[in-house]
């Protein structure tokens, strides 16, 4: 008998107004006295305080409070091989690195992890993996889904617009990181799961329905991205929510004078790739118009040399990844693009 697919997903979700001040009350329905705070350093001081007073209120006792700046696996480590006592609950509080440093920490004690974050500039907050630096270099690591994810919205609509922007770049990013996996099924026989790519799909659907920065559209865009991070859990590998638009990315990562937000690298690169693929490229082009993502792209273009450096190596990065940047030599189609299409050259010069 083919064994089925077993996942632990998030057992609480929260995505509304004001659950940041209800985080206390979520931990003490479960149980979780005992608790650890991670937050990102620099993160806005009225916002932890409503954290902790609503665990006051619950009777938590907060056991460590660590301020996190750095997301290096040593920092990582040090960090819980000096825990205290074993927390029945580690809460990730903020950004990016306070969260993957948090994600990591219960991972290796297996405790059970809330990610608070309080802006969505990707879809990391929710992901079975932690993005750390070894040595200075940006890798993924495994680590656990989370046991609750606490979205406040009104917190979310008021973190700066670009690290919003840069969450709708990297959910549009779904479009053409399922054609790419359905081609690597054609090309190379490697099996789509049905469900994480129908579950993806979905994400990018619903959020399309209202993409506006007020509560609801922030609500959409944050279960937009949380189910993204469960579609990877359910197939166990990253296909549903990255394909040759993330491979431009990490390449500009490791090449650029200077990389962008995650999500705005994504979100041009998803716009390009799909012109290659021919798959919604007017899509992404109207959410792009209405949501102001080309206007910020515009403003602080990107480097045209930089970009074509990073196609040229991105097919080079995963092995046994194959995309459509795999199946021919796109280069001189992508120069071309550069130059003739509008919104690539307005953004890539
Ligand atoms: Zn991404």
């Given at each position: 008998m083919m064994n089925q697919t077993q996942i632990a997903i998030p057992t609480l979700v929260r995505a509304k107004e004001g659950a940041l001040d209800r985080v206390g009350l979520y931990l003490s329905r479960a149980e979780h006295r005992d608790v650890i705070v991670l937050s990102s350093k620099g993160l806005v001081p009225a916002l932890l305080e409503r954290l902790l007073t609503g665990m006051k209120e619950h009777g938590i006792n907060e056991i460590l409070r660590v301020e996190v700046s750095e997301n290096d696996l040593e920092s990582a480590a040090r960090l819980f091989a000096n825990l205290p006592r074993t927390p029945k609950a580690i809460v990730g509080l903020g950004g990016g690195k306070a969260l993957d440093v948090a994600k990591y920490v219960a991972f290796l004690g297996r405790t059970p992890y809330y990610a608070v974050p309080t802006?969505?500039?990707?879809?990391?907050?929710?992901?079975?993996?932690s993005s750390l630096t070894i040595q200075g270099k940006r890798r993924s690591l495994p680590a656990a889904l989370p046991y609750g994810v606490v979205i406040d919205t009104a917190v979310c609509l008021q973190a700066p617009r670009i690290l919003t922007l840069s969450g709708v770049g990297d959910l549009v990013s779904k479009f053409t990181a399922i054609a790419d996996w359905k081609l690597a099924f054609r090309?190379?026989?490697?099996?789509?799961?049905d469900f994480a790519a129908l579950l993806s799909d979905g994400t990018i659907h619903s959020y399309l329905s209202h993409p506006a920065f007020d509560t609801e559209g922030i609500r959409l865009l944050a279960t937009a991205l949380m189910l993204n991070g469960i579609a990877m859990e359910i197939c166990g590998s990253s296909r549903p929510a990255s394909g040759s638009e993330h491979l431009i990315s990490h390449a500009l990562d490791g090449l650029s004078a200077r990389p962008r937000l995650h999500g705005l690298q994504v979100g041009v690169a998803t716009y390009l790739i799909s012109l290659l693929q021919k798959n919604n490229s007017e899509r992404i082009d109207a959410l792009f118009k209405k949501t102001g993502f080309w206007k910020a792209i515009q403003e602080d273009p990107f480097s045209r040399r930089e970009w074509l450096e990073a196609v040229r190596v991105a097919p080079t990065?995963?092995?046994?990844?194959?995309?459509v940047l795999s199946s021919r030599d796109t280069l001189p189609e992508i120069e071309r693009l550069l130059d003739e299409d509008p919104n690539l050259k307005s953004c890539i010069q």
């Open positions: 802006s969505l500039s990707n879809d990391g907050f929710c992901s079975h993996q090309e190379n026989g490697e099996l789509v799961n990065i995963k092995r046994d990844f194959y995309t």
